[in-house]
């Protein structure tokens, strides 16, 4: 499967609830995520595109890799995602066991999360509402579709961000821009 996303910067949530609400999307409750994102020994990561993270979820771990993006426009890549058992001391362990083989960690982005899901174009969207710690407020539209339907998928991605409102588009990944922010606070 191919996760296609796409983000959008300066987000108001209000309206885009609304409209949502009004096209029947099943809301989650709002959670705090916090991922930890470490590079590999034997490559770097921002190099090659790639991103590999622990990701905490209340009391829920995930190891995540994300594949080099495929396109500029709309994040197309491979996504796999596997969870791990629950708690504290599971992160804790995998944290020091991905250490011992050699990978480092990079930062931890930190958001409250709300999302909503629906069916529209014969696909099945999460429109996640994120207010990421130090950097503000986005919504980000994804859809996981086979290779088969990517070009449809990305159509139908465009079509459901256009309805919403959603125009200014962000390229650059949370941890992207969580290290450009330190970058530039470290220079000044």
Not at 120 to 126: A, K, L, P, Q, V
């Amino acid at each position: 499967m191919l996760e296609i996303e796409q983000k959008f910067a300066r987000a108001d949530f209000a309206p885009l609830e609304r409209r949502l609400a009004e096209w029947g999307a099943v809301f989650g409750g709002a959670h705090e995520e916090a991922d930890h994102y470490f590079n590999a020994p034997d490559r770097d990561f921002a190099r090659t595109d790639e991103a590999f993270r622990l990701r905490r979820v209340g009391p829920a771990n995930y190891l995540t890799y994300k594949g080099p993006k495929q396109r500029a426009d709309v994040k197309v890549r491979t996504e796999l995602e596997i969870p791990l058992q629950p708690g504290d001391q599971a992160a804790a362990d995998m944290t020091r066991l991905l250490t011992h083989l050699g990978y480092r960690f990079v930062a931890v982005v930190k958001k409250q999360r709300r999302t909503a899901s629906l069916e529209r174009d014969g696909f099945s969207f999460t429109v996640c509402l994120d207010e990421v710690e130090g950097l503000g407020r986005f919504a980000e539209v994804e859809v996981l579709a086979p290779e088969d339907r990517r070009a449809d998928a990305e159509k139908a991605l465009a079509a459901l961000a256009a309805e919403l409102g959603l125009s200014e588009v962000e390229r650059r990944s949370y941890l992207g821009l969580v290290l450009a922010a330190k970058s530039a606070g470290a220079g000044a």
